[in-house]
């Protein structure tokens, strides 16, 4: 493989491994939030209007941060009647082929990021809640998420090849 491949396939590993790691603690958060606010209704009868989002934009940035390292990891969900048996070099041959697809749907999922991106931005859309939080936060989280996993799928694409043709990288 060419060297700029594989400094590609090392950065983008690299990137999505920290992103990934740090995206595992907003579970906790997530928790801690969510501990909150069953002390603060429970205990001093105090409800909050924000809880319910902060905690489902909290799930959707680990959600979404977290899917190249999950790539990495290979922890997604796979088809594996006949998969698993085959050798390894049928395995990347496989995979080289239905990559293609998977970059096909996540660059349509970029664009349609990057258009939620710019109207949240352009017109500052809140979210219809009483508490009306502003989105375009969380939608440039999705945006950096669904390029961070796009270029994981590229990275992929390059190690699958190189294993089919018997090279490491």
């Keep these: 493989m ?45 409800p909050h209007i924000w809880v319910v989002e902060i905690a489902q934009f909290l799930m959707a940035a680990y959600y979404l941060l977290g899917g190249g390292y999950s790539m990495i990891l290979k922890g997604h969900v796979r088809m594996d009647l006949l998969y698993g048996r085959w050798s390894v070099k049928r395995q990347a041959l496989a995979d080289l082929i239905t990559g293609p697809f998977l970059m096909f749907y996540l660059i349509f999922l970029l664009v349609g990021a990057i258009s939620a991106i710019e109207y949240a931005v352009s017109y500052g859309q809140k979210n219809y809640t009483p508490w009306a939080p502003p989105l375009a936060p969380i939608k440039i989280i999705m945006g950096i998420g669904i390029l961070l996993m796009l270029l994981q799928t590229m990275a992929r694409f390059f190690r699958d090849l190189a294993k089919y043709r018997g090279e490491k990288i």
């Design 2 to 46: 060419p060297k700029a491949v594989i400094v590609f396939v090392r950065y983008v590993e690299a990137a999505n491994k920290a992103v990934g790691k740090f995206s595992m603690y907003l579970v906790f958060g997530m928790g801690g939030v969510l501990l909150f606010e069953s002390i603060a209704r429970t205990l001093f009868n105090q």
